[in-house]
Every structure is written in C-alpha cells, then in structure tokens.
C-alpha cells in the first residue's frame, strides 16, 4: 500500500501561505487542524492545511458559506482543494458548496465519525440517548469552547439547561496523557457527569484523510 | 416606585435574565395592586419580544436567550395562577415535545419561552416522548397545536411516526401538527405531513398564530 496518496514533493502541515500548483490545499476546521496537520507532515504528503475558525461549530450554519470563500481564494494557488469538515451539523449545506465546486470532504456527520468510526458513535446513542461526547480538541479547550459559549462562566445555573438530560461524558481520546486526563475529568465534573474515556487514537482520522486525498 | 418604574424595572431586569430582581419587581407590583396582565402584556412579553429581535439580529445568543427565559419563568410561576383567576383568554394551546430517542431540548425550550410570552397555554411532555404519550397527551389537554422537536437526523423519523400514531387514534385532523429542530427543514415538514415548520423560536410564534388564525377561519366556532 501507498504511504502517499499524491506524490511527497515537501512536506509540511502549516498554513502559512507558499502557493503552489502541485499542492493540496486542505480546508479544516479548527478543531482538527492540528492533528491533519501533524499527519500531514508525518507522511510527507503536499498539502498545506488551512483552518478556519473551531468556534464557527457553535453557529454551523455559517460553516459552508466559510469554505465556500476560502475554497475561492485557495482555489488559483493549488492543485486540489479538499474539505476537512464532515458534515458538522450544516446539514447538507455544506455538501452543496462541495458539489458547488467539485470538492471532497470527510465522512460521517460530526468529526466523531471520523474518530470513533459511525457505528461506533450510533451505538454510544442506542446505549445512552444522554451521551455528551468530546475530543482531545474539546477537553483542551473546554472553558473557551464550552463553558463560555454556552454562558456557564456568567450563568452556572444554565448547567441543567444545557446538561439536564444528559447521563454521561464520553471523550473520545486521541493522544491521552496524564494532563488531558486530568482535564477530561475536570470538565466532566464541572458539567456533573461521569466520565468515560474510550481511546480511538487518530488511525480513522489518518485513514480518513488519506482517502480523502488520494 | 411608580408603577411605570415597575414596568421599566421588570423589562429591563427580564432582558439580561436577572430572574430574582424580576422576580422582587413582580411581587411588587402586585403589591401595589397593579393588574398581572398589565406586568404581563406591558413589560414582560414586549421584553421576551426585544430578546427574541436581538436573537434574530444576532446580537444575543442561546445563553442570552435562556437566561432571559429563566426571568421571565420565574415571574410567570407567580403570575399565571393569578392570570387564570382573571380569565384572560390565551391564544391558543400548544402541547410540546422533544420525540423518542432524542434528549435535546434547548431549542424546544427556547420555543415554549418564545409562545407563552407571546400568551400561548404551553404544555411540555418533556423528552423522549413516544407517540403513545402524544397521544394520550393529546386526548387529555386538546391542544390547538402538537410541537415535535429533534435535533438528531437519526430521530427526524419519529416526526412522521407521531403522525402516523395521531392518524390511528383518530386525532390528525383534530390538532395542528408543528415539527422543528436544527435538521429539519421546509421540505422535510412537507415530506412527512406536518402542516407547519419555522426555522427558529420567534418564527414559530409568528408560524403557530398564522396556523391557528388560518383554522379558526376556516372552521367557524
């Protein structure tokens, strides 16, 4: 099996800008980036990732008109431009930019799919309608992403707004260490819910962008 | 204070969601034999209706909304048994639900805040409810309107197998049916018979009074 799904000229998993028509302009969002982009170089394939803003999840309906403009403007400097997006709750939205401008993105409707794999994720909700999933990405920035968006920094007595209904945490852990651990547990304990840690590393992820690229 | 102050108090208190202030401010006004429908209809809607305008302008957002809500709950708790004593008509019945299998909630929340401020009689069965119990509910209350929420694509289903189950029980023609929830769309209500969708809270309210306006005229009382 190919390491390289287009040819390795460079490798490199910034977003700074060195245009090239020989390359790959990966379009992700933030809260994937780093990882694409570790991959990325790890594998030496040509592709530059380009992050848009993680925060855009909390109002998703502006995610597609986001990569529309970007994928516009990468468009002229790149050989290829790819979404590293699932669907992320635009509900087909986003897939209409991408059949707007021939794009591919990655599978499955949340980048929990992408983690865990579909089933896994469906049978999470068949087990417990009330599960509360994170990443690597989520529990590192858990009071910026979620406890301030969601107002609980100003309003903690929103928590049962928010998490009334909801029976358990499930952080889907990529790279676990003892540090993320101890903040998957904080966050699970601020919002008052259990905590289950199912390792799912970025192998779905790897597999993922690969085909995506390819 | 006068009552105009109360007034003032309570639309300024309920708009950054300071429930135990509006909650004083309530108590005093009634204290100060101030009508509650006037604490209602002078303050407290046209506060929900300016936090419903800044939702859509984008200049709040669901945790504004919520908070907000919470005030304007808190006041209501007081004030809708007295209301009831009054007689005031409301403007319709609206029995609400998140379906089977789906546990989300805030945007049908958000919802109920939006149409009992706009003076709609809000009965929530809460979350996974299953058909049986819309129908049960709906043969207990006799609501105007029958709200299904999902937020998942995997429950939207249950929408159309609420539908079905209002149809066997000899219910469909006899209450509105309202789906919503962020996957849903226009063509998806059309898709499985509801007779009505919005996009959003304050788009519900206006939807649910045109329905209710469209059937009241056409079945004379």
Known sequence: ?214 | MTPQEILQGLYDETLVGNAPRVLELTEEGLSNAMEPQTLLFDALIPSLEEVGARFERGDFFVPEMLIAGRAMAGAMERLRPLLAETGVATVGKFLMGTVKGDVHDIGKNLVNIMLEGAGFEVIDLGVQVAPEKFVAAIEEHQPDIVGFSAFLTTTMPMFKANINALEKAGLRNEVVVMVGGAPVTQEYADAVGADGYAADASACVKRAKALLDARRTKVPA
């Open chain 1, 1 to 214: 099996m190919s390491s390289s799904p287009t040819a390795p000229t460079s490798t490199t998993g910034s977003s700074t800008s060195s245009p090239s028509e020989e390359r790959t302009a990966l379009i992700a969002c933030g809260a994937i980036a780093q990882p694409c982009a570790t991959i990325v170089a790890r594998r030496g394939w040509p592709v530059e990732v380009h992050p848009l803003p993680p925060l855009l999840h909390n109002q998703p309906q502006e995610i597609a008109g986001e990569v529309r403009a970007l994928a516009r403007r990468l468009r002229p400097s790149y050989a290829r431009v790819v979404v590293g997006y699932a669907d992320c709750g635009t509900y087909g939205a986003l897939d209409a930019v991408c059949d707007e401008l021939g794009l591919a993105r990655l599978p499955g409707l949340h980048c929990y799919d992408v983690y865990a794999g579909a089933d896994r994720i469906e049978r999470f909700f068949e087990d417990q309608p009330g599960t509360y999933l994170l990443t690597d990405f989520l529990v590192r920035s858990f009071a910026r992403t979620v406890e301030r968006e969601l107002g609980l920094d100003r309003w903690p007595e929103l928590r049962e707004d928010y998490f009334g209904h909801y029976t358990r945490v499930v952080w889907l852990a990529q790279e676990p260490d003892d540090e993320l651990r101890r903040l998957a547990a904080a966050a699970s304990d601020r919002i008052g819910l259990p905590l289950t840690v199912v390792e799912t590393g970025n192998a779905r992820l790897e597999s993922a962008l690969e085909a995506l690229l390819r």
